[in-house]
């Protein structure tokens, strides 16, 4: 039987940030790929090694082996490329997610096939007619290439650069909930237990962003902002909660951008004694709103603060304002809800002044957490854009690294004194 093989390329670091989740978009392809009756595997990384998965691999066998590769698990990936190519040199090799839709020349010297941007449909039915037409590695070329959105391919005889597709809210009506079957969700769960004390997954309500920050890459989504029905998302809190878990993170870049959408998702999460977290927008935040949210059992926001310097924050095209971010900390406070924020310093144009108004802002503010890191150009930011950035075929290894990638005139070793000083004084005020 033809077989796809699906693999999430994240071998775990146990670094002090990490927060884990069984991979969204590697679930949501296996869900479309198993509703045409393609026989599929999910290959989650995290728990596992690289031997491991060899093995796990050669036992398949599978036909196809797709791999979902970013900045951060570059390395991971092409490992990965290089072992299947190896042990498995019939299997066609393919690549999607944020860094191949950016740079999918790069990846054609390790994959025969790169899916760019939202593949959700166009890759599964390159899957079906791949096995009905009993195609191989030689003869992609015989398949409708020029009909999978996304589709890429370079490899001196065949030519293709499909437009990739953005799917409207009523193309996502039709989707299939992520299917999570393959995933250890016990380890997963043990994690959450032991760092927070629920058993926390993600879930995905919006798509998309409308802002341009300048630091930010969206290369998947890209910046119409789509919302899926309350009625799929909360089919798929029920089969969440069906796996164990009582406690979600909502992964979405703007999920409190919508008051009306907030306000219909906290009315029917109010009644399933759910703990939730979500990442919001310093702006548009309203004390009604955060009552409805506590209401409903949010227990977190991440706030993007970024930045004490007004200056800065118009540097990164932040679109909203210090005051605003001031404004929302102390709303979310006031209703009883916990406020992580996230802070960038040393970004380019930015004065060794401006950054210290941003240590004084984390400490001056009631905020549970705070972290720090300085710019990284993401390819597809306008920072990359003006920057450049590590070749991209190099690793971002190390999780939050105090270093520059690119020439900057802050001393790295006073940022990270300062960094360490900052989070010492934070801890002491707790």
Known sequence: MSKVALVFPYFRTRAPTEMLFPPLGVATL???????????????????????????????????????????????????????????????????????TVFPRRYTERFDVVFRGEADLSFPRFCLDFFAQGASRATVADLPLDTYAGLFIADGTVQVDNATAHYTESELESFPLPDRSDFDHAAYQQVWLQA??????????????????????????????????????????????????????????????????????????????????????????????????????????????????????????????????????????????????????????????????????????PLDEISFNVPFPLPGSRLFERLGGPDEGEDWTQENEVTFVYPSEIDERWLRRRIAETMKAFAQSK
């Open 30 to 100: 296996a869900a479309q790929l198993r509703r045409l009756e393609v026989k599929t595997k999910v290959f989650d990384c995290t728990f596992i090694t690289l031997a491991q998965l060899r093995r796990e691999l050669d036992s398949y066998q599978p036909d196809i082996v797709g791999i979902y590769s970013m900045v951060s698990l570059t390395r991971n990936t092409l490992a990965i490329a290089e072992m299947v190519r190896t042990s498995l040199p019939d299997s066609l090799l393919v690549a999607g997610g944020p860094l191949p």
């Open 196 to 365: 927070t004390g629920s058993k926390v997954t993600s879930i995905i309500a919006t798509l998309g962003c409308p802002f341009d920050c300048d630091f930010c890459s969206k290369p998947i989504f890209g910046s119409a902002l789509r919302r899926r029905s309350l009625d799929a998302v909360f089919a798929e809190v029920e089969q969440i909660r069906d796996l164990g878990y009582d406690s979600l993170w909502i992964g979405d870049d703007d999920f409190t951008l919508s008051p009306s959408y907030l306000e219909g998702f906290c009315r029917r999460m109010a009644g399933l004694r759910m703990s939730w977290s979500c990442l919001s927008r310093a702006n548009g935040v309203s004390d009604a709103m955060v009552r409805q949210m506590k209401e409903a059992g949010c227990r977190r926001v991440y706030l993007g603060l970024e930045s004490g310097s007004q200056a800065t924050l118009r540097l990164m095209n932040k679109q909203a304002t210090l005051d605003e971010g001031i404004r929302a900390v102390h709303a979310y406070r006031r209703a009883g809800i916990e406020v992580a924020a996230f802070f960038l310093v040393g970004y380019p144009g930015e004065t060794v002044a401006s950054i210290e108004e941003t240590f004084k802002l984390a400490l001056s503010l």
